[in-house]
């Protein structure tokens, strides 16, 4: 009974710590990065990333892809200014532990369909970066697509968060069920 209390007060710590970023999200204007981004077929919208200690190797960015036309498209390559090497980059539980892997052949974006990068799944991956991505500003990021073509895409640099996107493989905790 008394594990079954601790379990639920835990529970209420993580839904309270996952709100604070919202909350502090809204107490900020109007944002460019906010605006839909239109390629093609493609509307790109809730483009972020996560700020980054002095010192972070890695960065992530995160946006959501709505592909309204007939024809599946693929999200192929990402580039920035702040890193050489951005990859493509999605996370899976194996054995009970939250792995990143990179997606080699792309991340498909059906017909119809919305895809959503966020931390704990897909996400952009900005290796060895050259600067701290700081809260408050926003980090250009380039996208490929196989047929929409390319496009420049702002991301609202956002607070670093409960977690890390670098340290995934540290912290298990947030299992989304109670028992
Ligand atoms: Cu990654």
Do not use: C, Y
């Not at 209390?5 to 309270?16: D, E, F, Q």
């Not at 709100?19 to 944002?31: D, F, K, Q, T, Y």
């Not at 919305?114 to 050259?130: C, D, E, R, S």
Request: glycine share 8%; hydrophobic share 45%.
């Amino acid at each position: 009974m008394n594990n079954f209390i601790m379990r639920a007060a835990s529970a209420v710590l993580i839904v309270a710590t996952l709100a604070l970023p919202v909350a502090a999200h809204e107490n900020h204007g109007v944002h460019d990065a906010d605006a839909a981004v239109m390629l093609g077929d493609l509307e790109i919208t809730a483009a972020f990333a996560r700020a980054t200690l002095p010192g972070a190797p890695v960065g992530g960015g995160f946006v959501t892809i709505t592909n309204n036309g007939t024809e599946d498209d693929t999200l192929v390559s990402a580039t920035s200014d702040f890193s050489d090497n951005v990859q493509l980059h999605n996370m899976s539980v194996v054995d009970g532990v939250m792995k990143m892997h990179e997606m080699k052949e792309g991340i498909p974006v059906p017909a119809g369909e919305t895809v959503t990068l966020a931390p704990g799944g897909l996400h952009i991956m900005f290796m060895q970066i050259k600067e701290p991505l700081v809260e408050g500003t926003m980090a250009k990021v380039t996208l490929t697509f196989e047929k929409a073509g390319t496009t420049e895409v702002m991301l609202n640099v956002r607070g670093i968060g409960a977690k890390a996107d670098e340290a995934m493989d540290h912290d298990h905790s947030m299992t989304h069920k109670a028992n």
